[in-house]
């Protein structure tokens, strides 16, 4: 289909867009005059769509002449047929790379929407309206790259500048020169020039062209078209503005608990051992990381004025478990154990037996044949 050549593609309708009332628009359009591209962009919009797919399949490029057959017939393109035909000027600056750099950078604050030098790998909703349609123009009926057509770019704004600057731009040999990258083979340059080729053909009076097609009026710049393109970008820019100030509300400022220094609270899980007494209650806490207390109160502290009970609570626990620890701990670890001594109502009773037994000694009587003993149970001054 002859209209992918075309899918991206701009025309301008110059008669229209000059007697529109917006002044910048105008001046736009004017500059657009004075380089020297008016033939070129408001030419006949006619379109030959069988013809076009001839040429670019059967085209290439031979000594600098672009050559081709459209319907069996041989076709050559030289650059002083195409500068004609366009009435292209054909002095000055032929490559991008030849534009002073300091007229790059006065364009840079004279298309900015700010008054600061934009950034040339920014977006074009930076720059003023009528160079936001500059933009496009170049990108699409000029250079014929694909891509975001709304990010700037360095071929892109260098032509802008050739324009807004009046650099004087030899643009036969600059067009001529895309063109060939779009009918050289591996070349990642896009076709387009549809409304242009589809001219250049109908010079040659032996080709049959068939049925011509007019391009899509959409793409053609005319009053209807130039108002429709400033009230999209100017939906999309209060869009962003919008969005951009939504997006500030929502957000919240942080407390003061949540600044890096202070420490983020954690659940804490405790086991609770089995026990036989008070004094052998033993906790066991499970955490990822130990917490000193003081660095968990002071995030506490900061939060809120008071601490809930059941935070109350948690800090009274850690106060016993860290106050139990230290008076369980020996003084130093490095000595041995000391061996605490049991109580009498703690032994078993045949030691505790053996003990009155030491403590109480029995007499008897040594190998007699009295079957008594005697016990010495009282002072020898008492009575027995």
């Keep these: 289909m002859a209209s992918s050549f075309y899918s991206n593609s701009q ?81 000055g600056f032929g490559d991008l790379s030849e534009i002073p750099k300091d007229a790059i950078f006065d364009a840079r604050s004279i298309v900015s929407l700010s008054g600061e030098p934009i950034s040339l790998s920014g977006r074009k909703n930076k720059m003023k309206m009528p160079f936001r ?17 709304n990010a700037i770019t360095v071929e892109k704004f260098s032509l802008i500048t050739a324009v807004v600057c009046r650099i004087k731009m030899n643009w036969a040999k600059f067009l001529f020169s895309i063109l060939k990258k779009m009918v050289s083979p591996g070349s990642k340059q896009a076709k387009g020039f549809a409304i242009q080729i589809s001219l250049l053909l109908a010079t040659f009076p032996s080709l049959e062209l068939g049925e011509s097609s007019e391009f899509p009026a ?21 869009e962003e503005v919008t969005g951009a100030a939504n997006k500030k509300a929502v ?15 954690r659940k804490r899980t405790f086991k609770k051992k089995s026990i036989s007494s008070i004094s052998s209650l033993e906790l066991v806490e499970v955490a990822e990381e130990a917490i000193p207390i003081q660095q968990v109160a002071e995030p506490l502290d900061v939060e809120e004025p008071r601490c809930s009970s059941a935070d ?7 106060q016993v478990l860290d106050e139990t620890r230290a008076a369980d701990a020996p003084a130093d670890i490095a000595q041995p154990a000391v061996t605490e001594e049991k109580l009498w109502f703690d032994l078993p009773y045949d030691d505790l037996v053996k003990q009155w037994e030491v403590e109480r000694p029995v007499v008897t009587a040594s190998d007699t044949d009295e079957d008594l003993a005697t016990v010495d149970v009282a002072p020898a001054d008492g009575d027995q």
């Design 251 to 265: 957000s919240k400022k942080r407390p003061a608990a949540d600044v890096g220094a202070a420490v983020p609270k």
């Design 11 to 91: 025309h301008v309708d110059f008669e229209s867009v000059l007697s529109m009332d917006d002044h910048g628009m105008v001046s736009m359009f004017e500059a657009l005059m004075s380089s020297g591209l008016r033939g070129f962009l408001g030419c006949p919009a006619v379109v030959y769509e069988d013809a076009l797919v001839d040429f670019f399949e059967n085209a290439s490029v031979r000594s600098g002449v672009i050559i081709s057959t459209v319907g069996g017939q041989l076709v050559e393109i030289s650059e002083e047929r195409f500068a004609e035909s366009f009435e292209l000027p054909v002095d």
């Design 218 to 238: 959409s793409k053609v710049l005319a009053k209807k078209t130039v108002h429709r393109f400033v009230s999209i970008h100017d939906r999309d820019g209060a």
């Design 133 to 149: 349609l500059l933009c496009d123009i170049m990108a699409k009926a000029i250079s014929v790259k694909a891509g975001s057509f």
């Design 312 to 318: 109350d609570v948690d800090v009274i626990i850690q």
